[in-house]
Structure formats: structure tokens, C-alpha cells
């Protein structure tokens, strides 16, 4: 059954520093999505990636993020210069056509900021 | 703007008993509603949906949801509760996904953590 995979599974950054999670959507979707869950808190929304470009952003996603899809099968994050609240597992999510609702999440990737 | 609340933080049951985890939406549009289970150190997975039509549903490991909108909820449920269901459970309300353009990100609640008593 074709799953999305997120890699690395952990990583462990020092404030200030860039790092970019990496995401394999499933091969035919045509929607994708970043959520973040820090510790003992709820799943928040983050960003929306359709046709080349964000469909939807929340306040959450300032400019110290960004996504790119740099080929036809990775979806990443990148934080610029982490911070210490950034700490949190990261989760993608990809969408099928028009016609499914379901979003299909990946394992994640736990962030710990130092 | 949408928002979503789960009553109970932490629910617990003893094993073959009922399951009843409580989910109350807010959205100014039709919505659609999603349940997803959590097992430890792993992603989120798809319980059951309510998108247009029946408002009972049925998902996977025996779990149903009923949409009221009347009460603007979506209550879980599972009439006999197994071990194996232990696990953290949210709600998540979405806009209309077939509005195009994938505006649709995923309005979450905190969870309710579902404990199995033996």
C-alpha cells in the first residue's frame, strides 16, 4: 500500500541553524501539506502545497519557513534559522485528486532544537 | 474560521465496554470531519471521515461516528473497546476539499488519550 516517508526520522539542530525535512509524498497525489505537533500539544496546520505553489498558509508559517517540491517527488521544509519553540514533530501529509479527502500523513520527524 | 474541541483530555474504559470520545466543530461552512488515531512514536491514521450523505459512518477496527448538525458534533464511537485501542485520538474539521486549489489544511483538536483498563 503506498505510504508517504519522511526523513530523517530525528534530527538535532543547534539554535539558530538551518534545516530542511524531507517528505515523499504518495506518487499520484496533487496536494501536500506540513503539520507540527509540539510535545503534548495538538496537530497544527502549517502550510498547503498545490500546482507549484502555497495554497494556504497559517500565522504559524512566517518567513523563517519554506517549502519547495525541487522534483517530481520530494516535498520539503526548511526552517532558515531554528529557534528553540521550533522543537516539535513535523508531519507531511499528501491528497489525492480532487475527487479524495483524506489526507494521508507520513510518520514525521521529530525537531529538537538546542 | 474553523475550530474543533474534544472534551476529556484523558478518557478511560475498562476492556469489552463502550467507547464514547466527545468532538464538537465550529466552521461558518458545511464541513467536512475527520477521525485520526495516534499509537505512540508513530503518524497519524485515518479513523473514518463524514463528507456529504449518510451521517453515520463507519471506519476501521470497528469504530463509527455520527455528524449531528444540529449539535455541530461528531462524536466517536466503539461498542466494545479492545487493548489494542489504547491510543491518542483527534478530531480534525477541514474545509470543502473539492473547492479546489487545496485550501484545506486540517483544523485539529488536542486529543483525547484513550485508555484500556483490563
Known amino acids: 500500500e503506498p505510504e508517504v516517508t519522511q526523513t530523517p526520522s530525528h534530527q538535532v539542530t543547534q539554535m539558530g541553524q538551518e534545516v530542511i525535512l524531507r517528505c515523499v509524498p504518495i506518487?499520484?497525489?496533487?496536494?501536500f501539506y506540513w503539520y507540527r505537533q509540539i510535545l503534548g500539544q495538538k496537530v497544527e496546520f502549517l502550510v498547503s502545497?498545490?500546482?507549484?505553489?502555497?495554497?494556504?498558509k497559517s500565522e504559524i508559517f512566517d518567513d523563517q519557513f519554506s517549502v519547495e517540491r525541487p522534483d517530481g517527488s520530494n516535498f520539503t521544509l526548511k526552517i532558515r534559522s531554528t529557534k528553540l519553540e521550533d522543537s516539535a514533530m513535523y508531519f507531511c501529509?499528501?491528497?489525492?485528486?480532487?475527487?479524495?479527502?483524506?489526507?494521508?500523513f507520513g510518520p514525521g520527524t521529530r525537531l529538537l532544537v538546542l | 474560521a474553523q475550530s474543533v474541541t474534544q472534551l476529556g483530555s484523558h478518557v478511560s474504559v475498562s476492556e469489552g465496554a463502550l467507547v464514547l470520545l466527545r468532538c464538537n466543530y465550529s466552521?461558518?461552512?458545511?464541513?467536512?470531519l475527520f477521525w485520526y488515531v495516534q499509537y505512540p512514536n508513530q503518524g497519524l491514521q485515518l479513523l473514518l471521515k463524514?463528507?456529504?450523505?449518510?451521517?453515520l459512518v463507519k471506519g476501521i477496527n470497528g469504530f463509527e461516528a455520527e455528524f449531528k448538525k444540529s449539535e455541530t458534533s461528531f462524536h466517536l464511537t466503539k461498542p466494545s473497546a479492545h487493548m489494542s485501542d489504547a491510543a491518542e485520538y483527534f478530531c480534525?474539521?477541514?474545509?470543502?476539499?473539492?473547492?479546489?486549489?487545496?485550501?484545506?489544511?486540517?483544523?485539529f483538536g488536542k486529543g483525547t488519550h484513550l485508555i484500556i483498563q483490563p
Open positions: 501529509a499528501s491528497r489525492g485528486t480532487s475527487g479524495s479527502e483524506t489526507q494521508y
Open positions: 480534525a474539521v477541514s474545509l470543502n476539499p473539492y473547492s479546489g486549489g487545496g485550501a484545506d489544511g486540517l483544523t
Open positions: 506518487s499520484n497525489h496533487l496536494y
Open positions: 466552521s461558518s461552512v458545511p464541513p467536512y
Open positions: 502545497f498545490y500546482n507549484n505553489e502555497i495554497s494556504e
Open positions: 463524514y463528507t456529504t450523505g449518510a451521517t
